[in-house]
T-cell receptor
Framework: GAGVSQSPRYKVAKRGQDVALRCDPI?????LFWYQQALGQGPEFLTY????????KSGLPSDRFFAERPEGSVSTLKIQRTQQEDSAVYLC????????????FGSGTRLTVV | RKEVEQDPGPFNVPEGATVAFNCTYS??????FFWYRQDCRKEPKLLMS???SGNEDGRFTAQLNRASQYISLLIRDSKLSDSATYLC?????????FGPGTRLSVLP
């Protein structure tokens, strides 16, 4: 596609509910990042994939967070048993290689846990 | 010390002014540096990479000082459309760390 596509655009979840956020990177992009952005703050790194390999997941805040990219293209970020502190915008970004020339973000999924 | 720090802002400047933002980083091994801009409720968009020799793109100039672990962004002749949050980005190993951002408002 022309850009990085994320869905859903908005998600309201009840506390304790599981959610799945989808990212379609730009076709052919090897590197894929997930970030979490709280209101008024910069994006916080969550995890990084190179093709299907998850090379860094050090930013995932707890074991309730899980990300996968099984075929090296679409990625899913799953949050189990959502808590109010999970409310944020979840941003996905991709780049052709590692990202040394910068990378392109999707519009994000705004998650609100009530 | 936080990994990436930026001027807290906000910066409120009149149209036509020159404004500079600063960013410091803690990892001396970092090799890749960028400036992104983020409009309200939108995703970050790459503004420019920052190279060792410094680089310019129109009204925008980025500088890197490795010895002081410091990068800067200079905007000349600011336009109303430059109003946004400017995010400094630095690599830490394989991941990229964002600063908290500096908000700029260009006033008519």
């Amino acid at each position: 596609g022309a850009g990085v596509s994320q869905s859903p655009r908005y998600k309201v979840a009840k506390r304790g509910q599981d959610v799945a956020l989808r990212c379609d990177p730009i076709s052919g992009h090897v590197s894929l990042f997930w970030y979490q952005q709280a209101l008024g703050q910069g994006p916080e790194f969550l995890t990084y994939f190179q093709n299907e390999a998850q090379l860094d997941k050090s930013g995932l805040p707890s074991d309730r967070f899980f990300a996968e990219r099984p075929e090296g293209s679409v990625s899913t970020l799953k949050i189990q048993r959502t808590q109010q502190e999970d409310s944020a915008v979840y941003l996905c970004a991709s780049s052709e290689n590692w990202g040394d020339y910068g990378y392109t973000f999707g519009s994000g999924t705004r998650l609100t846990v009530v | 010390r936080k990994e990436v720090e930026q001027d807290p802002g906000p910066f409120n400047v009149p149209e036509g002014a020159t404004v500079a933002f600063n960013c410091t980083y803690s990892n001396s091994a970092s090799q890749s540096f960028f400036w992104y801009r983020q409009d309200c409720r939108k995703e970050p968009k790459l503004l420019m990479s920052v190279y060792s020799s410094g680089n310019e793109d129109g009204r925008f100039t980025a500088q890197l000082n490795r010895a002081s672990q410091y990068i800067s962004l200079l905007i000349r002749d600011s336009k109303l459309s430059d109003s946004a949050t400017y995010l400094c980005v630095v690599n830490y190993g394989q991941n990229f760390v964002f600063g908290p951002g500096t908000r700029l408002s260009v006033l008519p």
